[in-house]
């Protein structure tokens, strides 16, 4: 008999138009405490069940954002990461672009070989002109006709090139049994890290390839006598930097780098060498060659 009276009682205290279908949605949207009577007014921060937080303060307001301490924490984070990575980014970086400077050199030192076995590019008894002076960079081989004494060739000196054009003899550096060729990657001279200064030499053995008597006697039917022909391919802006004092001969530098790839003691980047055969219009010249180098019975 209570229960009619209670619910009765419940129904007054809500006002007029205050259904309960309201009253539900205001406390599922509302961050504030609802009473059941909404004439009755509760005090900001006071203790409601609907309030999770102290202060009245809601679950989703205490949660928002990142504080200034998150945010330094990350970026430093994020720094040390990055310091760690940088030096094996940069040694990826540096060993790829060494690794293509090696190729376009290993490129340019075959196209100049090809170059002068086809008569293109003059060299040796080839080259009358005394601008050039390549014959000059065929010279005496002291061992025998098997060997290969083509390192015993001096490295360039330092000196700042001077080619008047691309893929042409450079008046400087200089060298008594060398000549330098210049292959200009950029269009800009041969001054930069895309240019390649080529170091070509030849030399004629002792022992004489085209002999006709002795231990040579097997060679009689050969129709022409050869050179063999050597070069080494430098980076062209190693000439002018500072930091490179002169240069190797022996070994090619790697192409596995963590840096610039310019040293104190610059090495070439391609070494090759091949045997060049004399055309017969110009066994003159090659004849005048050895007669100057001392070589007899081998022209």
Known sequence: MNKPKQMQQNQRQLNRGYSPMSFALERLTSPEPVPLNPSVNVPRGAYHPDNNCQGGKSRQGSQSGFTIIESL???IVVTILMIGLAPVITLSVATRVQAKRVELATQAARSYLDGVRTGAIPFGPTDTG?????????T???????????????PP?????????????????????SVFYCVDGDG?????????IIQ????????????????????ANQVYPNYKLGVRVYRADSFISEFTEGFTAGSTQSSFTGGTGISKEQAPLVI??????????????YRAICTANGITGGC
């Open 157 to 177: 000196t330092k000196a700042a090139p001077n080619c008047p054009a691309n893929r042409v003899y450079c008046t400087s550096p200089t060298s008594n049994d």
């Open 188 to 196: 800009g001279g041969c001054r930069t890290s895309q240019d390649f």
């Open 130 to 138: 005394s601008t050039q002076g390549t014959h000059k960079a065929i």
């Open 73 to 75: 924490v990350a970026i």
């Open 200 to 219: 070509a030499f030849g030399k004629i053995t002792t022992s004489g390839i085209y002999d006709l008597t002795g231990s040579n006697r097997e060679f």
């Open 272 to 285: 090759m060498s091949t045997e060049i055969p004399v055309k017969e219009d110009q066994l003159g010249q």
């Open 140 to 154: 005496r081989d002291a061992a025998s006709r098997d060997d290969d004494n083509l390192n015993q060739v001096a």
